[in-house]
């Protein structure tokens, strides 16, 4: 049971990285419309860069929780 503690507290850890993530993406989104209409061309450029580089972090963690929860559950009905 010790093992399978520590994945799931494994898997929390990945979730709350998720969260974060997921509320950055949100947040340079809104900061890029907003410099979009205020016509900041230069800094919504920016912001889009670091847009995509959040949303292939996301991606990429999001891929490591699933299969480690896939994991998790394997090892729960072992």
Do not use: P, Y
């Not at 709350?16 to 979009?36: D, P």
Request: aromatic share 6%.
């Amino acid at each position: 049971m010790n093992g399978f503690k520590r994945r799931v507290l494994d898997q929390m850890e990945i979730a709350e990285e998720l969260l974060w993530l997921h509320a950055e993406v949100e947040k340079k989104k809104k900061m890029q419309s907003l410099m979009q209409t205020l016509a900041i061309s230069e800094s919504a450029e920016q912001l889009a860069l670091q847009l995509e580089e959040l949303q292939e972090r996301l991606k990429s963690v999001q891929e490591q929780f699933d299969q480690q929860m896939t994991d998790v559950i394997a090892a729960f009905h072992a």
